[in-house]
């Protein structure tokens, strides 16, 4: 079994230095994958990065009210497309969108008939599964507008009991991980055990380049006393079963129409 984790490197990767040697018809740099620890024996996890040159070119002036986030959000999605079409023409089962926010999933689905998987989605039903009440976080203030109206996009707000950002400036660079990590992991048990107290069940907690990848959802689960979700392992653990049980999105649903 292959399952591809599909990036959105980000608005900027259009522009023209960006793009500059890339050719439309170069394929997507492909690498092995951090998700592949997720993974069960026999099965290889890839990550994908679009050809810059599918990107749509401009750039997008950061702002406080969040809104830089989302047109970033947007303005992917054809390059991500593209990646997941190369991705079932080449052999791949499955596909995953890495960021928690799932820009491009929705589209991708019309263009393939291999399943594509979003993390959000798909953590949330695995979560109201296990509990009445999901507490929900985001690691950025701009990304909570962004989180709600995808939650409320997929009818998945009557299982939320609260949502809350973890107030973090910016992700931290990696040389800086490791003498920030204490204070982050303190600062999102607070707002985890409040979330807890305030009535949620479970915690899904959106924003991969924090939990999991900053903090493990295993050492906040047991200072939180309610389960902290991990997206990553859910979803590739989901596309896994999806794949063994010949699943895929609904033909009625996702009518397939051809990328030429």
């Known amino acids: 079994m292959r399952i591809l984790i599909v990036g959105g490197l980000g608005i900027t990767q259009g522009t ?74 080449n052999g791949y089962d499955a596909i995953i969108q890495t960021n928690n926010f799932e820009h491009g999933v929705e589209a991708s689905r019309i263009a393939v008939r291999i399943p594509v998987l979003g993390l959000a ?9 296990i509990a009445d009440r999901v507490g929900v976080t985001v690691p950025l203030d701009g990304y909570f507008v962004l989180a709600r109206r995808l939650l409320q996009g997929y009818g998945l707000m009557d299982f939320v009991s609260g949502m809350r950002s973890l107030g973090f400036e910016e992700v931290p660079p990696a040389d800086q991980v490791e003498r920030l990590r204490p204070i982050m992991f303190e600062r999102t048990v607070e707002i985890m055990r409040e979330m807890v107290k305030d009535g949620a069940e479970c915690i ?33 653990r989901t596309a896994e079963m999806y794949v063994s049980l010949g699943l895929t999105q609904s033909e009625i649903t996702y009518g397939h129409a051809k990328l030429l």
């Not at 989605?121 to 599964?129: C, P």
């Not at 903090?215 to 392992?233: I, M, S, T, Y």
């Open 16 to 89: 023209a230095a960006r793009s500059a040697g890339h050719a439309v018809e170069d394929a997507p740099s492909i690498t092995p994958s951090p998700f592949q620890k997720y993974a069960s024996p026999g099965t290889r996890v890839d990550s994908a990065n679009p050809n810059p040159a599918w990107y749509t070119t401009g750039e997008v002036e950061a702002t406080k009210n969040g809104g830089d986030r989302y047109l970033r959000w947007w303005m992917p999605i054809p390059a991500i497309v593209r990646t997941c079409v190369w991705a079932e023409r």
């Open 121 to 129: 989605r798909t953590t949330m039903h695995l979560a109201a599964n």
């Open 204 to 236: 899904v907690p959106l924003g991969g380049a924090v939990v999991p990848s900053i903090l493990d959802p295993v050492d906040l689960e047991r200072e939180v006393g309610a389960p902290v979700l991990n997206p990553r392992q859910v979803g590739v």
